[in-house]
């Protein structure tokens, strides 16, 4: 029961911390009367892509050493 309390605790301060920082508005967009009330979310997006490069990599050359003894 306390892992779940818990669990529900991180949850909303996780909602609140992405409210505070921005990256989602919750708006409500129909009055709560005999209905039930109507929220609009809006979310941060965010695009991913990829582009080729270059990189010039070292080598590593490894000797190995004699039979010393």
Excluded at 23 to 31: A, E, K, M, S, W
Excluded at 42 to 65: C, L, M, Q, W, Y
Aim: aromatic share 4%; no cysteine; proline share 6%.
């Amino acid at each position: 029961m306390r892992t779940l309390l818990a669990l529900i605790g991180v949850i909303a301060l996780i909602v609140v911390a992405l409210m505070y920082f921005g990256l989602v508005n919750i708006d409500q967009t129909r009055p709560a009367m005999v209905q039930a009330p109507q929220f609009k979310a809006d979310v941060a997006r965010v695009s991913v892509g990829t582009e080729n490069k270059t990189v010039a990599v070292p080598t590593v050359n490894v000797e190995k050493p004699g039979n010393a003894q």
